[in-house]
């Protein structure tokens, strides 16, 4: 197991967050959201940055792909729990969020492996 390939998919996914919660302050701005649907883009959000977590740290990865991936959507699934704690967003119970985070950054991994 290689922890510089977990850090660059957790890295590539905090870059990725950013970038999405960026894209959602300017709509937030712009449109206003009620909270649910403020929550569903936070989890249609947690989904992308845990897959593409995965997929850059199973790519980094000579190989277990998968398990890199798992680790990598993991850490951030704790990383985003965290934020949402101190800020107030919902985002749900913990348990949910890392099992999605476990789930689609093993996908990702997959998806590294394959392609």
Not at 32 to 39: D, F, H, K, Q
Not at 40 to 69: K, P, Q, Y
């Amino acid at each position: 197991m290689s922890l510089r390939a977990v850090g660059r998919g957790v890295a590539a996914g905090l870059v990725v967050a950013c970038l999405l919660a960026l894209a959602l302050a300017v709509t937030a701005d712009r449109v206003p959201l009620e909270a649910s649907v403020l929550g569903a883009a936070l989890w249609v959000a947690r989904v992308m940055v845990s897959t593409g977590a995965g997929w850059f740290a199973g790519r980094a990865s000579d190989a277990g792909a998968a398990i890199h991936g798992t680790l990598a959507g993991l850490a951030l699934a704790v990383v985003g729990s965290l934020v949402a704690a101190e800020t107030g967003l919902p985002m749900g119970p913990l348990g949910w969020a890392l099992a999605a985070g476990a789930l689609f950054g093993t996908a990702g991994g997959f998806l590294a492996a394959i392609g």
